[in-house]
């Protein structure tokens, strides 16, 4: 075979291996279901399947949680062929962390990279990319590698680092910018840690073809045109539509450097020794009087220094592959405010991207240090490369199945991160959803003590007390919380409907009345906290203002079945059958299979005169739950004021033989029998 051949099918042969790994490593992911932000990405495209949902996806700033609208098409084409069937949206995960890890290796190779072939092993293999290719909604993330890795080759292929290389022509240089400047939009449009592509470039550019000129920075200003704006968007949404401000994100800018700081050293920790490996990381307390949190940014700047002093005999490599992991990282740690650092200031997808330029250093120096050595110690060298490469393959596709479902994952990171605050309220509310409330409680007591300042721990811990009988003490909670700093009123009328709730259970109606009036004071446009106040008010008595309550429930939220029930059901007792008929009405097109709603519209039917109508309601009533006495009982007076003497008293009867101390159905059955005799 000729030598370029030979190269060819060697080429094919690592890549084919590549797609081999990844495929074995991450196989069991097709077996999982969905996770945790999985319920808002991908469910959350159900409602938006249409052409006008795609629309708003794009156009519209809050449709979806954050502006990704390219993961969300995807997702939206995906929802399309395969439905919410989560095998579908975990392979295209494995598939695109296959092209990733492909185009990793081809990036690597330009770059001229020693051990470039274990640098993409390891990228695609390594424990803390599990999260990312494991939870189905990190889609955002591989497809900006995948664009970031595919802007960074056109831009290499359109401005050569080797000098000697050939010049390109002008029509085929022009497209080739045009086609890394086009990668790059892509990549923000998914997520927007790619803005640092262009420092990227330049980092490269100062690795292996020094110095920068004035055309290199020029050449790279419109990717910093484009990236500025969607950066400062993405900040914008974070703040306003995700909700990353108060208290918690209030941090001096020597906390951030702290942070900051120690989240680098962090992910090299784990790149170094990935274990344990947690969903959620401890949230760290931020102290600018202790000493020792100082050691963390003073060791990457001492690291940094080092590697600069000894460039000439290190080479630039080590410092560039340091400056890029730093930069990259640089939108997560700290600087800019995002919601999930409420939880952590650390999660292993955060250096996804990054991880790369670690990993390719530790794999040029492995190779280099094989190259010096005997052929038999090369050897050797190498089973124990294929040896760090199996652990780490089979570590991570142990990792991947902690990502089966909600349950698996919590309670695994529950158990490998004892100290996260955040890992115990989520234990804690999936042990209240099996209804083990007094292990729930022990969970959010413990999530409380971690982190005071995170409100719905003590609401969730006066869901348990409820539960428990203990309403003094979930009282008590949900009072401390309005207490408290509460930012957002629809938060606050949450706190107020809880606590109006217990006050019923306490049987103080007017203190649950006050409670209901403040949530939908602060809430006007929740149909929840008018439903709830038009209840109270009905038990008080006050018809007419529950009924006006009522009336603003189902005008904001037409499609609850409960409060046009309710609606109904008051309106009949205040004697408008015509009005409580349309409510009614709506109530059985929502839930057709509600005896109940089925009964109480026959009765408004029978009030009007629709006879034939309210035995039909009553009749449905009765096959859906045959035990239903008053069912039957209204089919008795339908069928008596028909003169159907006989099958009245049929129905009274079953309907005692049902509730034999029901007075009226007995008075009714008495008064049948005796026109009967007449």
């Known amino acids: 075979m000729p030598p370029t051949e030979r190269l060819r099918a060697r080429a094919w042969l690592q890549g084919a291996a590549l797609v081999a790994l990844v495929l074995a490593v991450y196989a069991p992911t097709l077996h999982n279901g969905y996770v945790s932000d999985d319920e808002i990405y991908i469910r959350g495209i159900r409602p938006l399947a249409s052409l006008a949902g795609l629309r708003d996806i794009w156009l519209r700033v809050g449709t979806v949680p954050q502006y990704y609208p390219l993961v969300h098409t995807a997702f939206w084409l995906e929802y399309h062929v395969w439905g919410l069937d989560p095998r579908g949206f975990h392979a295209m995960n494995v598939v695109s962390h296959a092209a990733v890890v492909l185009l990793a290796w081809r990036l690597l190779r330009r770059l001229a990279v020693p051990g470039a072939w274990l640098a993409a092993a390891i990228f695609a293999v390594h424990p803390v990319q599990v999260e990312t290719v494991a939870w189905a909604s990190e889609r955002k993330n591989l497809l900006s590698a995948l664009f970031a890795f595919g802007s960074i080759h056109a831009y290499l292929r359109f401005a050569p680092l080797d000098p000697d290389a050939p010049s390109l022509a002008p029509p085929r240089a022009r497209r080739l910018y045009a086609l890394s400047l086009l990668l ?98 401890p949230r760290w307390d931020v102290d600018p009087g202790a000493v020792w949190q100082y050691a963390y940014p003073a060791a990457l700047v001492g690291l940094a220094v080092a590697f600069f002093a000894l460039r000439r005999r290190l080479g630039r490599g080590p410092l560039a592959a340091l400056l890029i992991f730093v930069g990259i990282l640089f939108p997560a740690i700290g600087f800019f405010d995002v919601y999930p650092h409420l939880f952590s200031f650390v999660a292993d997808h955060y250096q996804y991207h990054a991880s790369l330029a670690p990993i390719a250093l530790a794999a040029a120096a492995a190779a280099i240090g094989s190259a010096r050595l005997s052929r038999p110690a090369r050897a050797a060298a190498g089973v124990a490369a294929i040896a760090v490469l199996a652990a780490l393959a089979l570590t991570a596709q142990r990792e991947t199945l902690a990502y089966r479902d909600d349950a698996t994952l919590i309670r695994r990171t529950a158990a490998n991160q004892p100290a996260s605050w955040a890992a115990r309220y989520r234990m804690g509310t999936l042990l209240q959803d099996e209804s083990r409330h007094d292990e729930a409680l022990a969970e959010l007591r413990e999530a409380e003590r971690l982190f005071p300042a995170y409100a719905p721990t003590r609401v969730a811990m006066a869901t348990s007390l409820v539960e428990l009988g203990r309403l003094d003490e979930a009282a008590a909670e949900l009072e401390g919380v309005l207490g408290g700093e509460l930012d957002d009123d629809h938060d606050r009328a949450a706190v107020h409907l809880q606590l109006g709730n217990v006050r019923i259970r306490q049987g103080r109606l007017d203190a649950a009345a006050e409670q209901f009036a403040a949530a939908a004071a602060l809430a006007p446009d929740s149909a929840e906290a008018q439903y709830d106040f038009g209840l109270v008010l009905r038990q008080r008595g006050d018809r007419p203002a529950a009924v006006t309550a009522l009336r603003r429930a189902v005008a904001l939220d037409p499609g609850v079945a409960k409060s046009q029930l309710a609606l109904g059901t008051l309106l009949l007792e205040t004697g408008d059958a015509a009005g409580a008929r349309e409510a009614l009405q709506a109530a059985v097109r929502l839930t057709p299979e509600s005896a109940d709603a089925r009964e109480r519209l026959g009765v408004a039917l029978l009030e009007i005169g629709e006879l034939d109508d309210a035995e039909a ?62």
């Open 184 to 281: 790059y939009i892509a990549a923000l449009l998914c997520k927007t840690v790619a803005v640092t592509t262009p420092a990227v470039l330049l980092v490269l550019r100062w690795w292996k073809a020094p110095p920068l000129t004035r055309k290199d920075l020029l050449l790279l200003l419109p990717f910093v045109g484009l990236g500025l704006p969607i950066s400062l968007l993405t900040i914008w949404v974070e703040r306003v539509h995700v909700g990353a401000s108060g208290a918690p994100w209030q941090l001096g800018w020597l906390d951030r450097v702290l942070i900051a700081g120690r989240a680098v050293c962090f992910y090299l920790g784990k790149l170094a020794w990935p274990h344990p490996l947690g969903f959620v990381y």
């Open 617 to 678: 309601e009553l009749r449905r009533s009765v096959a859906l739950d045959p035990q239903r006495a008053g069912s039957h009982n209204l089919l008795g007076l339908l069928l008596e004021r028909r003169a159907e003497t006989d099958a009245a008293i049929a129905e009274f009867r079953q309907a005692l033989a049902i509730q034999p101390d029901d007075p009226g159905a007995a008075a009714n059955l008495a008064r049948a029998l005796g026109a009967a005799r007449r």
